[in-house]
């Protein structure tokens, strides 16, 4: 009889945003794991266990079997590439191109679209939480920069909205900045890096809700975009 | 007769270091390809023809018959999986494992390694050319980051060096923070990033000098680390 494979273990706190991009990434492919809870408070990440396991004292840390891996976005590949290879332009129907497609988005929003919307998430959440006021300048410069590569996303949905199919995602499950921050966000609410939301919280502070990774699924499979390696080339005309 | 495949065309400076690390996959790989150069000074980068190649008004771009690409480590990726995928950790001899630990570690070259080498690069030689002083403390700081950054990449390397065979690399063409520094210094002179350095060079002026592709190729063949991928994990004792 065959050995069942061991059940994936992801380690580290859901609220953060890299630990979330991994338990996307698990949903979406759609296997087992067991997330093992972390605190920060405590120090966990700096216990000798956790830098056996990642040298850098960071999450999240995936165990799969023997292999142990750090680095969010690395974590996301190697689930996607052993269960959904098709996510990352591989597999059954995959091509160089469209691999490297993927690849030229995921490194879009490594860097072009994730440090402004960091900058901002730290403006927003955490200098609050750590006792300093939010710098406006700082919010107002990264969101003119979000909005820049925003156009660009918009450009390039606007361009292959048209001619794709609807079969297949691709570098979503990898590429969200931070989806614990929009996926508890009240929608009633403006969002907290317009001036207006900082007059309507009295000491700037925010009570972000941990992130239900159950509901992502579901969510993101309904907004998921369908045309971020299915074009041959990532021509836009200026 | 069958076509012959067209020569791959990368656009940009070769004094940059994203170009650079295209630059250096294109060697590695072994492949003929033709660069084309362009002048940040004339805002070649900005105009139409480049938008329309890369929305981001940034170098590299790589044309690979119809496919365009930019972002250097996508490029970087494309050409290593194109003609050299056992560097990625796939094709012959390749496994789910050892893509999963080159990619930990391009990470770690991405979001550990280049943040701190690029702030210092910045203060050292971006900051004297534009006419402002450098900033002892950022490079301080970054000097400081970068130390423990290496430290686990010496843990590593003593780690892998006694039990790996010699023969494969892997991370290496595509994490090179910035091989046009590293390529064109002087052995002599102590390293810009010293408060000896700022003493010995008045004004703190340096002259970057335009890297030298062709011997990168010699030098990283012979100094290239073998072992991010042949290990089955990447625990390190802490």
Redesign the interface.
Known sequence: MATPAAVMKLYGWAISPFVSRALLALEEAGVDYELVPMSPQAGDHRR?EH???N??AMVPVLEDG??????S??IA??VL??HRPELLGAGAGGS??R???V??W???E???LSPPAVAIVVECFAAPLLGRERDQTVVDENVEKLRK?LE?YE??LGECSAGTSPATSSASPTSAPSPSCTASWPPSTPPPWSRRSRASAPGGRASPRAPRPRRWRSSYRSARPDCWSTL???????
């Open positions: 000798p830098l056996a396991r040298p850098f023997d292999l142990t891996l750090f680095e976005r690395a590949r190697h590439r052993k160089l191109e691999a490297a497609m690849d030229v995921l490194e879009v490594a860097h072009q590569v660009v450009a390039r041959p080339n990532n021509r836009i005309d200026a």
